[in-house]
């Protein structure tokens, strides 16, 4: 079963383009450098955390939205001594992926 999962992983990670990639591909498609569009995924990630921390949402148009949300305090299961324990209220932050978006990458089935 463990060699099931590597084999996923290892696949996933030769697929997956990297900062360096898309600032690589951003530079060439735009003609501009690429400090300069490090710069502005820089830039884009920080107004992303600053938004979703002072108006818990920031939408990102035609990819989706971050959205701060509470979840409530809960018992849980220690799975190693199958203890109950007490896990407490915590703040966190989830992605919604837009209606467009998400059918375009998995389109339903009709």
């Known amino acids: 079963m463990a060699e ?8 996933t990670k030769k697929t997956l383009m990297t900062k360096s990639q ?3 591909h951003l530079a060439e498609k735009f ?7 490090g710069e502005i995924l ?11 921390k002072k108006n818990d949402a920031f939408v990102i148009p035609g990819i989706g939205k971050l959205v701060k949300a509470h979840r409530k305090a809960r ?4 799975p190693k001594t199958k203890e109950k324990i007490k896990i407490p209220a915590k703040t ?11 059918e375009s990458v998995a389109p339903t089935k009709k």
Not at 31 to 37: A, G, N, V
Request: glycine content about 2%.
């Open 4 to 11: 099931k999962a590597k084999s996923k992983t290892k696949a």
């Open 22 to 24: 898309l600032v690589a």
């Open 31 to 37: 003609e501009l450098s690429r400090r300069i569009i």
């Open 42 to 52: 820089q830039e884009f990630a920080e107004v992303a955390v600053s938004e979703t």
């Open 75 to 78: 018992t849980g299961v220690n």
């Open 92 to 102: 966190v932050v989830k992605f919604r992926v837009a209606k467009s978006c998400k």
